[in-house]
């Protein structure tokens, strides 16, 4: 069982980090990349409405998404796979995450992130793409048959790297099996669904 006291106390460590009110480790001096408060309650609120089983999460970063997404998760069944080639930020997400109490439900993996996405087989209730933001198209296509249908996928840096992600926005937005918006919170949240299949058959009269 969670004790979300642990996940609350280094939650609000880190965002002290992010708003400069403490310093970072000292590989870190130079700046973070990390969702911030709104992103983080968007994680946590999304992870609360889908209900995970498994879930994805591209650039682990200090481990602050990946707690707020672990804080969402109620029932304590879920489990998370967090991906990222910096062995540093590893370290320190590791950290974090025994910090917490939550290193069982995290699964780390150092890795490229699409040589990984190609390698885990999922299916995937949630995902979170936070990394390389020029990697987010072959991404989505590698990972889109890896999805549930109800799965949600949240896309950091919408409105901070448009150029580099347009190509991303076209796909989801267009693709049949997706809807997909932009949420103007903290850096812009691309906030995509993979959809469920609608039933299409045409009932028989003598069904009736």
């Given at each position: 069982?969670?004790?979300?006291?642990?996940?609350d106390?280094?939650?609000?460590?880190?965002?002290?980090?992010?708003?400069?009110?403490k310093?970072?480790?000292?590989?870190?001096?130079?700046g973070?990349?990390?969702?911030?408060?709104?992103g983080?309650r968007l994680?946590?609120?999304v992870?609360r409405?889908?209900?995970?089983?498994?879930?994805l999460e591209?650039?682990?970063s200090s481990?602050?998404?990946?707690l707020c997404?672990l804080r969402g998760?109620?029932?304590?069944?879920?489990?998370?796979i967090?991906v990222?080639?910096?062995?540093a930020?590893i370290e320190?997400?590791?950290?974090?995450?025994?910090?917490a109490?939550v290193?069982?439900?995290?699964?780390i993996?150092?890795?490229?992130?699409?040589?990984?996405a190609e390698?885990l087989?999922g299916?995937?209730?949630?995902?979170l793409?936070d990394?390389?933001k020029?990697?987010?198209?072959?991404l989505?296509k590698?990972l889109?048959p890896?999805?549930?249908?109800g799965a949600v996928v949240l896309?950091d840096?919408a409105?901070t790297h448009?150029v580099?992600m347009?190509?991303?926005?076209e796909?989801?937005q267009?693709?049949?099996e997706?809807a997909?918006?932009t949420?103007?919170?903290?850096?812009?949240?691309?906030v995509t669904v993979?959809?469920?299949?609608?039933?299409?058959?045409r009932?028989s009269?003598r069904?009736?």
């Amino acid at each position: 069982m969670m004790d979300y006291s642990k996940i609350d106390a280094v939650i609000r460590e880190l965002l002290a980090v992010h708003a400069g009110e403490k310093a970072p480790p000292e590989q870190f001096r130079e700046g973070i990349q990390a969702l911030g408060p709104e992103g983080g309650r968007l994680v946590e609120t999304v992870v609360r409405m889908v209900r995970p089983r498994l879930g994805l999460e591209i650039g682990t970063s200090s481990g602050f998404s990946a707690l707020c997404a672990l804080r969402g998760a109620l029932d304590g069944g879920f489990r998370l796979i967090t991906v990222d080639h910096d062995r540093a930020k590893i370290e320190w997400a590791r950290e974090n995450f025994v910090r917490a109490g939550v290193q069982d439900r995290v699964e780390i993996v150092v890795d490229d992130a699409l040589a990984a996405a190609e390698k885990l087989a999922g299916p995937f209730d949630y995902v979170l793409l936070d990394a390389d933001k020029e990697q987010n198209l072959p991404l989505i296509k590698t990972l889109l048959p890896k999805l549930n249908p109800g799965a949600v996928v949240l896309t950091d840096n919408a409105l901070t790297h448009q150029v580099q992600m347009r190509g991303f926005f076209e796909f989801v937005q267009s693709h049949h099996e997706l809807a997909s918006a932009t949420y103007h919170t903290g850096h812009g949240i691309e906030v995509t669904v993979k959809l469920v299949p609608r039933i299409t058959e045409r009932v028989s009269p003598r069904d009736t």
